[in-house]
């Protein structure tokens, strides 16, 4: 089993950038694929990127592609989603998820995750 913890959401104005971190408990974090999500007020949980548990894999949703990046860092148990041009409409508490898929990198259905964090809250302002 494995525990989540985001963080490094806040405040941002439009076009600025903001890191979400999201650190996992346990020795086992490499052996999990991660993935973000998020959810707007009144909206359902969005996929947003994933990871391989490697690393050498990464797959982005078309709305932020060229915007966010998703990256991990094994040795410190830790998920990052780097968000830049940041708009309005990410307005959204973002989730990181841990999935058990080793071959490939999770796709965008909540179903193929196992564990999830307790979310961080990311407001862009105009």
């Known amino acids: 089993q494995v525990q989540l913890v985001e963080s490094g959401g806040g405040l941002v104005q439009a076009g600025g950038s903001l890191r979400l971190s999201c650190a996992a408990s346990?020795?086992?974090?490499?052996?999990?694929?991660m993935g973000w999500f998020c959810q707007a007020p009144g909206k359902e949980r969005e996929f947003v990127a994933s990871?391989?548990?490697?690393?050498?894999?990464?797959y982005h949703a078309d709305s932020v592609k060229g915007r966010f990046t998703i990256s991990r860092d094994n040795a410190k148990n830790t998920v990052y989603l780097q968000m830049n041009s940041l708009k309005p409409e990410d307005t959204a508490v973002y989730y990181c998820?841990?999935?058990?898929?080793?071959?490939?990198?999770?796709?965008?259905?909540?179903?193929?995750?196992?564990?999830w964090g307790q979310g961080t809250q990311v407001t862009v302002s105009s």
């Open positions: 990871i391989s548990w490697s690393g050498g894999l990464t």
């Open positions: 998820a841990a999935s058990r898929l080793r071959l490939g990198v999770p796709g965008g259905s909540q179903k193929e995750y196992d564990y």
């Open positions: 346990g020795r086992t974090f490499s052996s999990y694929a």
